[in-house]
Nanobody
Framework: QVQLVESGGGLVQAGGSLRLSCVAS????????MYWYHQAQGKQREVVAS????????NYADSVKGPFTLSRDNAQNTMWLKMNSMKPEDTAVYCC??????????WGQGTQVTVSS
């Protein structure tokens, strides 16, 4: 089993920054790719960014390329999403997901991010 806990959400003005954290516990040695998703009210959940097992490869949704940076430190079992130049449309619940070598995915509870205009 893998447990994920997100933190770092909150209220920020447009143009501001936040850094989200996702801390994993449990069978962390079996985690491979990790992801951030967001879900705005009334909309479907969408992937924001992903990062490979060793952290060397990242991918971003077109809407966040440039302002958002994803990183991880496997020694700390932590993944971070640094969000710069935030916009009101970034308002959503942000959840992290961990993939595992046996194919099961684990999700955190999510953290609310609100960007005011």
């Amino acid at each position: 089993q893998v447990q994920l806990v997100e933190s770092g959400g909150g209220l920020v003005q447009a143009g501001g920054s936040l850094r989200l954290s996702c801390v994993a516990s449990g069978s962390t040695g079996l985690i491979n790719g990790m992801y951030w998703y967001h879900q705005a009210q009334g909309k479907q959940r969408e992937v924001v960014a992903s990062i490979s097992t060793n952290g060397r490869t990242t991918n971003y949704a077109d809407s966040v390329k440039g302002p958002f940076t994803l990183s991880r430190d496997n020694a700390q079992n932590t993944m971070w999403l640094k969000m710069n130049s935030m916009k009101p449309e970034d308002t959503a619940v942000y959840c992290c997901k961990a993939g595992t070598h046996w194919g099961k995915n684990y999700w955190g509870q999510g953290t609310q991010v609100t960007v005011s205009s």
